[in-house]
């Protein structure tokens, strides 16, 4: 289910439906709706998920001050609610949101999930954000050794030369019809095209929300 719309969240979860545990709290688990990366994880009870159906908004419930919050009240970093969805057991929820300001976690990260033994490392998202990241990482730290690199160090001559011939080769597999290589070739245009937006600095991000503006 997808809902931007307040009338039609309102509808999207039936409060009444939800299999609350035994202090009338449910766990959400809080996605970016643009890339899938998990957020957060909060609790949620009746009054705060019918506040957020009500506001198209996050609110939660405190277990430890006992009482509703809204998420961004104080920071700004609002979340924008696109569609919740229950599970199975009608035991969990999974809201996915856009984030505003792209913070989430209060100690500033993006997501809550971003330690790994010990360490910061950025919460992981699809695909395409994963290598994206590993994309930007190569021009802002480049390695002598890195393919990329040297893509970017030819700047818009090499980078739009490659993008072309890998086009070609998208055309020509799949007039040839051959699947494996339709996605082997669409893979190579794919990375050559995110190497493009790195290097003129235009975010995944940006072009995942013109494809969600034309899915209205």
């Known amino acids: 289910m997808f809902s931007s719309d307040l009338h039609s969240l309102h509808h999207a979860i039936p409060v009444e439906k939800i299999r609350y545990d035994e202090k009338g709290l449910v766990p959400a688990i809080v996605q970016d709706y643009l890339d899938g990366t998990v957020l957060m994880m909060a609790w949620m009870n009746r009054e705060s998920i019918q506040k957020t159906l009500e506001t198209g908004e996050t609110w ?3 277990r430890s001050r006992q009482e509703l919050w809204h998420k961004g ?4 970093h609002i979340q924008t609610v696109k569609s919740i969805r229950y599970d199975c057991d009608s035991d969990a929820l999974l809201v996915s949101v ?10 500033g990260e993006r ?3 971003h330690q790994v033994d010990a360490k910061i490392v950025p919460p992981p998202g699809d695909t395409l954000s994963q290598l994206f990241a590993v994309i930007c990482d190569r021009r802002d730290n480049p390695k002598e050794d890195s393919y990329t690199r040297k893509l970017f160090a030819g700047g818009d001559n090499k ?3 490659k993008l072309g011939e890998e086009t070609a080769e998208v055309v020509m597999a799949c007039k040839d019809d051959e699947p494996e290589a339709i996605a082997s070739e669409v893979a190579d245009l794919l990375y050559h095209t ?10 995944l991000k940006t072009v995942y929300r013109k494809l ?3 899915r209205k």
């Open 73 to 76: 009240a104080t920071s700004g």
């Open 111 to 113: 997501s809550c999930f």
């Open 212 to 214: 969600q503006e034309r």
């Open 194 to 203: 995110l190497v493009a937006l790195a290097h003129h600095k235009v975010d």
């Open 159 to 161: 980078i739009l030369k």
């Open 60 to 62: 939660f419930w405190s």
């Open 98 to 107: 856009e984030q505003i300001g792209d913070i989430a976690c209060h100690t």
